[in-house]
């Protein structure tokens, strides 16, 4: 019995080293015929002769073996040259894409895929590829490259009379001086109807008609009027909107139902705020109506749809003079104008006839150096230099040029921009098809 075990011992042993030496020596030949193979493709690419060559480099490459990535770069090469031909830009591209699936993706693939998309037009898919190596390598080089692209816009093919800023991926549209909205596309959703028109929210928009106010829907259907006498509206926001009745402004809902607060004036909501007129002098009111900068100042800074607050802060005018007031307190800063923060990024303040960025803490974070600017959108800020409007990033450089004659804050990866031919929309490339910024 004991014999038996150790004959059997004795024969897994050295069935073990047979098959370690079988292992060994396939593994040796397998590597071999992959050098050999590549060895054969150079030669035969140094005479130009690449489509001979491309069988010997997909075998290669298809080893599991140390010169597997040579064998690549090599396939690489050939199918560049025969690119020309059809199906060779589809293997080119699942190559780069099998190469950059790998763990330990070098950064100069992430580089050669982007720079294969660029050369084809096809800038969204290089953005792709950067903007994700980026987050992925943090490489100086990538980020560069995608900073430098990433600012690549289309202008729209329709134009508008005017256009105002955007407002939930809507814009209200004049054309024949009547009022309409339309999506940040260009499609009119509501035609140009109207003698005035709110924002879109939600659901509805807030009309005016001749004497008639009531809301719509996207589709311009009716769903809601009021009975009392209105005679102006504001902006819808927050299923809230201001009506002028004869006995002054109101807040109303988007039902049309009206508060029983009234002000000589009242802006649109933000963020739970809106600034607000009473007795001639300004103060900023929440939803309930309480005070949370009192009626006492001549002026709450609003931008272009009656917005006020943002990120905590508000800009208060008093005589000369604009001040910050964020997290319950004014600034000691003064500046000679401002405008209101936007949901992120920073504000636009002037100073010394020129204008610059600051954050809600009041530092200055961009010099004061433009003609005219707006609060940033996104990462982006309207600026003007000399005549014309263009694009700053954070860092305040310019990423798209000044040669617009007006220009409103992105939001979506969307711009109004007032050109030659009216007002159009440019939109970044990185935005197509939902790609965020």
């Not at 992925?136 to 980020?143: A, N, R, S």
């Not at 600026?383 to 450089?397: A, D, N, Q, T």
């Amino acid at each position: 019995m004991k014999k038996t075990v150790r004959i059997l011992i004795c024969v897994v042993f050295c069935l073990f080293l047979i098959i370690s030496w079988v292992f060994a020596v396939n593994s040796k030949s397998t590597a071999e015929k992959q050098l050999f193979l590549i060895e054969q493709a150079k030669k035969l690419i140094g005479d130009e002769l690449y489509i001979r060559a491309l069988p010997l480099l997909e075998e290669a490459a298809g080893y599991n073996a140390p010169h597997t990535v040579f064998a690549e770069n090599e396939l690489k090469r050939v199918y560049l040259a025969l690119i020309g031909n059809r199906g060779f830009s589809r293997k080119y591209a699942t190559l780069l894409e099998k190469q950059m699936n790998r763990q330990d993706t070098e950064p100069c693939i992430y580089i050669e895929a982007a720079n294969y998309y660029l050369s084809s037009n096809k800038t969204q898919e290089a953005l792709v590829i950067l903007k994700s190596a980026a987050a992925k390598t943090g490489d100086p080089e990538i980020l560069a490259l995608y900073e430098k692209y990433r600012y690549v816009y289309e202008l729209s093919n329709v134009s508008f009379e005017h256009a105002s800023a955007i407002f939930e991926q809507t814009i209200q549209i004049q054309s024949n001086d009547m009022w309409g909205i339309a999506s940040i596309d260009g499609i009119v959703m509501i035609p140009c109807e109207y003698d005035k028109i709110s924002t879109f929210s939600r659901d509805r928009v807030i009309v005016r008609k001749g004497n008639d106010i009531y809301a719509v829907d996207k589709n311009n259907n009716r769903i809601a009027v009021i009975k009392e006498a209105v005679y102006d509206i504001g902006n819808l926001a927050e299923n809230r909107i201001p009506l002028l009745t004869e006995n002054g402004w109101c807040r109303a809902s988007g039902e049309l139902e009206l508060g029983e607060s009234l002000f000589n004036e009242m802006g649109m909501y933000s963020g739970g705020y809106a600034a607000a007129q009473n007795g001639g002098k300004w103060g900023v009111v929440d939803l309930s109506n309480n005070w949370l900068i009192s009626a006492d100042h001549d002026d709450i800074i609003r931008d272009e749809l009656g917005r006020c607050f943002a990120q905590n802060a508000v800009f208060v005018r008093n005589g000369d003079f604009v001040y910050l007031f964020t997290d319950g307190s004014f600034s000691d800063t003064v500046y000679e104008d401002a405008r209101p923060f936007s949901d992120e990024g920073y504000a636009a303040v002037k100073k010394n006839g020129k204008w610059g960025f600051i954050d809600t803490g009041g530092i200055e974070v961009i010099s004061f150096i433009f003609d005219d600017a707006l609060s940033f959108g996104q990462h982006l800020a309207a600026v003007k230099l000399g005549e014309f409007w263009g694009y700053i990033s954070m860092y305040g450089h310019i990423v798209i040029e000044p040669v617009f004659f007006e220009a409103k804050s992105f939001s979506e990866g969307c711009a109004p921009v007032l050109t030659n031919r009216g007002w159009q929309i440019i939109t970044l490339i990185e935005y197509k098809k939902g790609v965020s910024l």
